[in-house]
């Protein structure tokens, strides 16, 4: 007769067991990556900012160079912290200065005129490989192997032409590399280096302007009774707010330029205006009193001639540039890496942003910046110990916690777990008294439906090891 016994009923841990050891083994590992990575980019990097002696105080960078190297040495963004450099390789150098003054301008009629910047991109162009496309072309052209653009459509230029030789854009099309102007089909080679101005939609209004404010690429032209300062420059240190303090009237019978960061008009007729420096004084005969103003070439011309007549002698209300300058030259990192790690195109955005230097009679990129007082080599755009402290702290944390939770779980698994004769895993402090009861039921049907000796002892093996657990 064969043997007739209750089934042994198996606690539902294994599975749970075994996943809680999968889980936190994962974790442990986990941890233990992103503390290797985030030692390069978060534990590194910020020891060097707190040991960088970088002044944690803001002062003013202006552009004034930037080229596109093909050697990369340096850079000053970089799209991967882990590599080096290649490819995009922008090189930007600045102006290091302290903020200028806040003014103030009152019972001003105002106009804003805008010139943007030139959009190369939307030139026409000429492809001289295509029969008497090129037959018409007259100005000057920026050619590369018979494929031309137009720049007379958005700059006014005079080059020199000192007897070239004249090409023909129909037969010898492929000749055309560099700039040319062009008149119809024949076209002669620039050789010396020129300067072109914008072509701006609309002039500069002149009639009955005393005040120019030029931020960006707009001017702000106005009549206005008095210019009063709200803050007191102190050379290459820091400045001062101060009471509004008038540095200029309708009644010295001048004209005011100066250079300001932005213009913004409020109620009352007042214009304000912000980070100004380079007030100058010129007098109103020179500006041309027309009915269709002046165009910006002349703008540039009239305020350049006229920095040598400061409108504050004492540099103290709208102080020129020069005595503000704190490093003249300057290379400028997006931070003290010169890197990022977000693989989202921002050391491009960087270069749009900061990366003008006014060439073209154009606007060069202001912005604050963060500098060394014993390093004139190099500056940085983005430095806040506040934030680098704060994600330290999140970076030690994170991953130390969940390094030591999941090991302190392992251990309390390795002592709290036994494995039975069926290889199954069991907690020895999750059993209940169901479990034991059923196994003291499988012992007692196993005796009583054998007489055979040798089964006795495989119950009571059994019932031991409910017991253990």
């Known amino acids: ?41 978060i534990y590194v990097p910020s020891h060097r900012a707190f040991k960088s002696g970088i002044d944690p105080i803001p002062v003013m960078c202006m552009t004034i160079n930037t080229t596109m190297a093909k050697n990369c040495q340096w850079a000053s963004c970089g799209e991967w912290c882990l590599t080096k450099t290649s490819g995009f390789c922008p090189q930007i150098h600045v102006t290091v200065m302290r903020n200028g003054t806040g003014i103030r301008l009152i019972n001003c009629t105002s106009n804003l005129t805008t010139c943007p910047p030139a959009n190369l991109g939307a030139l026409k162009k000429f492809n001289c490989n295509q029969g008497t496309e090129c037959s018409h072309m007259n100005g000057v052209y920026n050619c590369t192997l018979g494929h031309c653009t137009n720049m007379s459509e958005l700059y ?10 004249v090409i023909d854009s129909e037969r010898d099309n492929l000749k055309l590399n560099g700039h040319f102007v062009c008149n119809k089909s024949s076209c002669i080679k620039i050789k010396q280096s020129f300067e072109c101005d914008r072509r701006c939609p609309e002039n500069i209004p002149t009639r009955g302007k005393n005040v120019y404010l030029k931020y960006g690429d707009s001017v702000v032209a106005s009549t206005c009774h008095a210019a009063y300062s709200l803050h007191e420059a102190n050379g290459t240190e820091p400045g001062k707010a101060i009471n509004a303090t008038r540095f200029w009237s309708k009644e010295d019978k001048t004209v005011l330029f100066a250079t300001c960061l932005d213009v913004v008009p409020s109620a009352g007729r007042q214009l304000n205006a912000t980070d100004c420096v380079n007030g100058t004084l010129i007098d109103p005969a020179l500006i041309p009193n027309k009915d269709n103003g002046m165009n910006y070439t002349v703008f540039y011309e009239l305020y350049n001639s006229s920095l040598n007549r400061p409108a504050d002698p004492l540099h103290r209300y709208v102080p020129m540039q020069s005595e503000i300058t704190i490093y003249n030259n300057s290379r400028l990192y997006i931070n003290l890496e010169a890197c990022v790690n977000t693989l989202q195109g921002e050391c491009k955005q960087f270069l749009d942003t900061h990366g003008r230097d006014g060439d073209n009679r154009t606007a060069p990129s202001r912005f604050p910046c963060y500098y060394d007082k014993n390093d004139p080599f190099f500056v940085v755009a983005r430095f806040d110990l506040k934030k ?36 199954k895993l069991r907690c020895k402090y999750c059993t209940d008294g169901g479990d034991e009861s059923e196994l003291r039921e499988e012992e007692t049907t196993m005796i009583t439906s054998h007489s055979d000796p040798q089964y006795v002892p495989i119950a009571r093996e059994n019932r031991a090891l409910a017991e253990s657990a």
């Open 1 to 41: 007769m064969g043997r007739h016994y209750k089934p042994r009923l198996i606690p539902e841990q294994n599975q749970r067991i075994c996943g809680s050891i999968c889980f936190c083994q994962l974790t442990m590992v986990l941890s233990c990556v992103a503390l290797v990575y985030l030692t390069v980019a």
């Open 388 to 423: 680098t402290l704060r994600e330290l702290i999140i970076a030690v944390a994170v991953p130390s916690a969940l390094f030591v939770v999941s090991w302190a779980t392992l251990c309390f698994i390795t002592r709290s777990v036994n494995v039975g004769d069926d290889a």
């Open 156 to 165: 006014q230029c005079e080059p020199k032409i000192d007897g070239g030789s």
